[in-house]
Nanobody
Framework: QVQLVESGGGLVQAGGSLRLSCPAS????????MGWFRQAPGKEREFVVT????????FYADSVKGRFTISRDNAKNTVYLQMNSLKIEDTAVYYC????????????????????WGKGTLVTVSS
């Protein structure tokens, strides 16, 4: 059983930056592709970005490409999401998720393919 705990959310003005962290425990972190998803009020959960277990491959949603950066430190069992140039429409609860993989270079973009989820951290972007 893998436990994920997001942190780093908060209130920021449009154009600002935040860095989310998600340490994992209870599993072999390097065997999991990791992803960030978000859910805005009144909307369905959506994919934001994913990173392969090896850290060598990433895939971003078009809405965040060029502004957000995912990274992972397998020695610290932690995945990060650096969010720059934040927009009001980025306001959401951000969830960290893990998918068990056999191939360390695959990326996982589907929420249904994720095996474990954190409880989320709220990011609010104000004008």
């Amino acid at each position: 059983q893998v436990q994920l705990v997001e942190s780093g959310g908060g209130l920021v003005q449009a154009g600002g930056s935040l860095r989310l962290s998600c340490p994992a425990s209870g599993g072999t972190f390097s065997r999991y592709a990791m992803g960030w998803f978000r859910q805005a009020p009144g909307k369905e959960r959506e994919f934001v970005v994913t990173i392969s277990a090896s850290g060598g491959r990433t895939f971003y949603a078009d809405s965040v490409k060029g502004r957000f950066t995912i990274s992972r430190d397998n020695a610290k069992n932690t995945v990060y999401l650096q969010m720059n140039s934040l927009k009001i429409e980025d306001t959401a609860v951000y969830y960290c998720a893990a998918a068990s993989v056999l191939n360390t270079v695959v990326v996982v973009t589907s929420a249904r393919s994720m095996d474990y989820w954190g409880k989320g951290t709220l990011v609010t972007v104000s004008s």
